[in-house]
C-alpha cells in the first residue's frame, strides 16, 4: 500500500463546474498538508497548504483535511480552462521539511 | 527574484556516461532538495541539504551523488548513468521554519538510452 494514495484520473469537466480532488493517507504523524498544481512540462507550484484538520479557503479554492479518515481534498469553485493542469496533493510530519510526502497526480481538464 | 533555476532543460545521455544537473536558488534559502517524478509516481526525494556543506540521502539516493558548497547552488551528480535513472528531475528550496514549504524549479528531463 502507498503511503499517499492520489486518484490519477484523468478528470475532465465543463468550464464553470465545481472539482473535487482527494488524497488518502496511512500515516497518522502527518500533520501538514499541501496542494501543487503543476502544468505539463513545468515544476510544481505551491496552491494551498493547511495545518492538521480544518478548512482553508483562498478564492476558489477549498482545501479540507479530515485528519481522522485521513483523507484530504481540494474544491475548486467555477472552474476556469486556465485550472487544467496536474494537481499533486503533499504531506509531511510536523517539523520534519525533508519528509515530504507526494501523491502521484491527479490531471484535471477543464473544457470551454 | 528568478527563484529556482535549473539546467539543462533537456539531456539525452548513453548509459555509463556521467553528468551534472545545475540548481541554483536566490532566496537565500537554507533548505535545498533534489527529486525525481516518474510516470503514475509521485515525487521522490533524491538527496536534500540543510545548509552550505551538509547533505543527506532521501528516499532513493542510489546513483546520485551532490555537493553544497554554496547557499545558493546544489548540483545533482549522476556518475554511470543507467536507463532506471530516465525521469525528470526537480530541485527545490526552502527557507527554515517548519511552516514553510517547498519552491521547485522548471525541471530537467532526463532520457538513458
Known amino acids: 500500500q502507498k503511503e499517499v494514495e492520489q486518484d490519477p484520473g484523468p478528470l475532465s469537466v465543463p468550464e464553470g463546474a465545481i472539482v473535487s480532488l482527494n488524497c488518502t493517507y496511512s500515516?497518522?504523524?502527518?500533520?501538514?498538508f499541501m496542494w501543487y498544481r503543476q502544468y505539463s512540462r513545468k515544476g510544481p507550484e505551491l496552491l494551498m497548504y493547511?495545518?492538521?484538520?480544518g478548512n482553508k479557503e483562498d478564492g476558489r479554492f477549498t482545501a479540507q483535511v479530515d485528519k481522522s479518515s485521513k483523507y484530504i481534498s481540494l474544491f475548486i469553485r467555477d472552474s476556469q480552462p486556465s485550472d487544467s493542469a496536474t494537481y499533486l496533493c503533499?504531506?509531511?510530519?510536523?517539523?520534519?521539511?525533508?519528509?515530504?510526502?507526494f501523491g502521484a497526480g491527479t490531471r484535471l481538464t477543464v473544457k470551454p | 527574484n528568478a527563484g529556482v533555476t535549473q539546467t539543462p532543460k533537456f539531456r539525452i545521455l548513453k548509459i555509463g556516461q556521467s553528468m551534472t544537473l545545475q540548481c541554483t536558488q536566490d532566496?537565500?534559502?537554507?533548505?535545498m532538495y533534489w527529486y525525481r517524478q516518474d510516470p503514475g509516481m509521485g515525487l521522490k526525494l533524491i538527496y536534500y541539504?540543510?545548509?552550505?556543506?551538509?547533505?543527506d540521502k532521501g528516499e532513493v539516493p542510489n546513483g546520485y551523488n551532490v555537493s553544497r558548497s554554496t547557499t545558493e547552488d546544489f548540483p545533482l551528480r549522476l556518475e554511470l548513468a543507467a536507463p532506471s535513472q530516465t525521469s525528470v528531475y526537480f530541485c527545490?528550496?526552502?527557507?527554515?521554519?517548519?511552516?514553510?514549504?517547498?519552491?521547485f524549479g522548471p525541471g530537467t528531463r532526463l532520457l538513458v538510452l
Open positions: 503533499a504531506m509531511r510530519p510536523a517539523g520534519i521539511n525533508n519528509d515530504m510526502r
Open positions: 541539504s540543510v545548509g552550505a556543506g551538509i547533505t
Open positions: 527545490a528550496s526552502s527557507s527554515l521554519g517548519v511552516l514553510e514549504t517547498q519552491y
Open positions: 500515516n497518522s504523524a502527518f500533520q501538514y
Open positions: 532566496m537565500n534559502h537554507n533548505y
Open positions: 493547511t495545518y492538521s484538520s
